[in-house]
Each structure stands twice: as structure tokens, then as C-alpha cells.
RNA sequence: CGAGGAGUAGCGCAGUUUGGUAGCGCGCUUGGUUCGGGACCAAGAGGUCGUGGGUUCAAAUCCCGUCUCCUCGACCA
């Protein structure tokens, strides 16, 4: 049964102002705060949590592909970048450069990463002799930078975390597969750990990683209605071997170069989790990530047994695997509720004297901001797990109802600028040509996210009107 | 990079117009009473006013430079 309830707010208003509710529960929370130099930030205990939790579900699921984890150094030889026309073009803008170490200027600058095809490809060129070696596939878990104008916590920051995996293929064939199996591999990451739905598909040329042959992308609708990419997945054909020489001797014994691909998350993610569930009161984090799953507070804590209670409950849910907090601060409950509703905890326990009397707890979910008193404390490990998997069933459900609700079809700019307008992702049939993918960012502020791969049946192109030769799901983007 | 806004105690702000003793609320510390939706009483601590220079007898306040943050836009695998 639902009790009355009162929350006090410290942040922006969520409807009227996205943008500040956004930078205000990230600083309140203590997930981040921003580091000296521009563009930096501190990940805080609360929010490097969040990135563990990510870390380690992702990181399973790689191992069990089959890829192995290595790492790559920071520093990439300046020239490693010129190798790939493309690439350099791509990335020249927005890289760091030491030019100085040990007290003198240095005789090749040395590049800070802002990712690692270059300096893979070097060493893995090395590594490839036989069609035996392949495929090689490998990932690493590492920081990266690149020197943005424009910088927001977790969605754009000058270093980011994030894992960045390679892979180096006999066939075109093979790499391609695997840079579609990748792309399925997060798809389900999103749905089962972030409980976000996503749309995957192939980009345009003009939103394509530099340098590469092909790009899938993973893109979620934010609350706002705008679109995060949230992962991508690169096929590069032989781009990047025919740089860095890596090359083979195949069954037939002829000579040949490798097929190449690459695919990275990053601590975007969180960005994209904090804007896909929160709300009002703040973040509403899925149970699968959450730092704390289960926070206890104590009620009239000084009374004898209350936090003996508390303390003996909280072993037991450890015990059944879950992660659990009791707060037994000084701080009113009332105060107590709050903070932990705004830092997103999916179940809070209430344990009083008149719950231990009667055997009872109450508890409350952050997703529906509901509040029982009729579970029992024998059945607290059971009862308590059954919740959170519901949890984080209906994150997803009201995610993906919301996102469903939200794509509109277009066949013309007019309608494709109401629809963004509006807070949508909009489909439409595009002709293929650069020039009218142009248009709709000059017209809407609208880019081309993904294809729509799934069902290609807008017929014609909503800017010029000729055939069109994909369906396309156009979003205004962070 | 363009337009706008802001930097004064941990946080939120006042003080700047008109130069003259550094303020308020919350938080923090100590003690006590409280505890089912941000409790109360009492006593305390805490600031080279982002930073560098200039004007002045005197600068948070006036002038010049510079750094950082926020919002919108441009740019951005």
C-alpha cells in the first residue's frame, strides 16, 4: 500500500530544465566532480562503483566470446598516425601531443592515445605471420583522450575510460561477423545489465568512425528525447592492415592481408543510464548496476535491537548476494530518504521497532516510488531478490514503451523537424546522398543515427524525394 | 570557435551601482534531547573574495589580462 510522501529536491526540474537536473544529480550525487585541468573530471567512489559493475559484466562476456584482455601503451609515435589517410584526417583535431620529456624537446612527438587501431595494427602486424595466428583478438580496459571544445561529465569529458576491442580476421567475411556479433553482444549488455533498450545499426558514411569501412552504432533515446550513442562496432576491411602491415601466409600459401575491426563502450554508458531512467528526485539506477542495491535505514536507531536488526538483516541479503547498506548516520530518516532516492537506490528497507515487533519490514522501490509494509522478515532474502529482478523488468518495460511511443515516421523535412521537435527519433527514407543527409541537420539539427535494418520500407527519400535506399532513424544528438 | 551567464566559508547566495571592520542560510565540530518523509536547543570553528597586474591613503567593489564552470549554437569515431 502506498503511504504519503514527501521529497525534498535539490535539483533542477527534470521537465523544464533537462540540462541542469542532468549536471546537478551527477555533482550531488558524488558520482563525479571536475578535475583542475578543462574537460577533466574525478570519478567519485559512487560513480567508479557504477563503472566496476559495468567493467565486470562486460568483461564476462568478452571472456566468454573467447577475446582476450592485453594492454597498449599510452603514447602512440606521431607518425603511426599519418598512416591511415582517413584516420589522421579524423582524429587531428581533437589530439594531445607531448612534445617535450626528460628535459628536451622530444626528436618524433608522441601522440596520447584517443583510441588504438594505430598502435594495435603496429603491434599485431608484428604478431600475424600464419593464417594460424588468426583469428587474433584482443581487448583492453584503458583510458583514452581527446581534446574537446565542449565538455560534459561522462557524455563528453577530454580522458575517458573505456574498453576498446580489436580483432584481426583471415576474411572480410569473418570480421565482418564478428563486428555484427559485438554489436549483438552489447545490444544485449543494454537490455539485461543497463535495462536500456537500444536501436543498433549501420551509420552513413558522413557518421562513420575515420578510417573505417563500415560503422554500427548503438544508439538510446534519452528522457529528453534526444539520442546518445551509446557503442559502436567498426568493420575496417584491410584500411588499417595495409597501414601497419599485417600480413599473412594463408592455407594456399599465398600472401594476404588481414581483415580488421574494433568496437568500445565508455563511461558514457553511465551518462546514457542516468538520462535513460532518472527522474524528479534524481537517479533511479537498475538494480544490476547500482553501487547499493539495498539501503536499510533504522528507525529510531538508539532503541534497543534496532540496529542489531539491521545489521543481522543486512548479512543475510550479503549472504544471498546482494549489495547492502545500512545507513545508521546520525542524519533523521526523513533526511535519509531522500538522499538515497536522489542517489538512485533501487530498494530501501525501513526496520523499526514496530516492524521488529511484528516481524515485518517496509519497504520501498525507487522505480515506482512505492511503499509496502506487508513483506515479512523471514522471507526478506527471497522477497527482496524477487523485487529487484522486477525492478529491473520494468526499468526496461518503461523504457522501451517510452521509446516505442516516441518514433514517428516522416516523409518530409517539415515532418521530421515536428518530430524532433517534439522529442522523437524519426524514421525516414533516405536516398542515400550526402547532400540530404546535409540538409536535415541544416533544416532540424537532426543526424542520421542508424539504418533501420530491420524493416527498410520507407519508399521514398525525404529531402529530394527519389527512391530511397534506407530507412533511417534520424534523432537530434548529444 | 560564436552568443549569453557565473566564480565571495564545504554548498547555495547577499554585498559590487556609490571603494572605507567579510555577511546570511544550510552544512561542519562538541554536548544534550530526538528519530515512520530533509528534527530541536546550546556553544564553537571555518574565507589571501578564481588568478595575475594596474589605479588609489585604502579594492570583493574601479581598469586591463588570464583561468575555470554552466547554458545554447558550431564542431565532434
Redesign the pocket.
Known sequence: MA????????IADIEADF??W??DVVLKTKLVD?GP????MVIRPYGYAIWENIRRELDDRFKAAGVENAYFPLLIPMSFMTKEAEHVE??A??VAVVTHAGGAKLEEPLVVR??SETIIGHMMGKWVESWRDLPLRQNQWCN?M?W??????FL?TSEFL?QEGHGVFESGEEAESETLSMLALYREFAKNVLCMPVLTGRKTEK????G?VA?FGMEAMMHDGKSL?SG?T?YMGQNFAKAFNIQFTGKDGALDYGYTMSY?V?TRLIGALIMTHGDA?GLVLPPPVAPVQVVIVP?????EGVLEACAALKARLQKAGMRVKVDDT??????????W??KGVPVRI??????IENGKM?V?RRDT?E?S?GYLLSEAEERVAELLGEISAALYAKAEARMKERIVNASSLEELLRGVDGGNFVRAGWCGERACEDKV?EFA?A?ARVFDEEHNDMPVCLCCGKKAAHTVFFAR?Y
Not at 585541468?37 to 577533466?40: A, D
Open positions: 503511504k504519503d510522501n514527501q521529497f525534498v529536491s535539490q540540462p541542469q542532468y549536471t571536475y585541468v578543462k574537460g577533466t579524423g582524429f583535431p581533437e584517443p583510441t583514452v581527446r574537446e571544445k565542449t565538455t560534459r561529465p563528453r573505456w557518421e562513420k568512425f575515420a573505417a560503422t550513442q559502436t567498426h568500445g565508455s528526485r528507525i529510531a536507531q538508539k532503541k546520525d542524519n533523521s530518516p526523513g533526511w535519509k530518504f531522500n538522499e532516492e536522489m525501513e526496520l523499526g521497532p514496530r516492524d517496509t520501498f516510488l511503499k509494509d541537420k539539427q543526424t544528438a
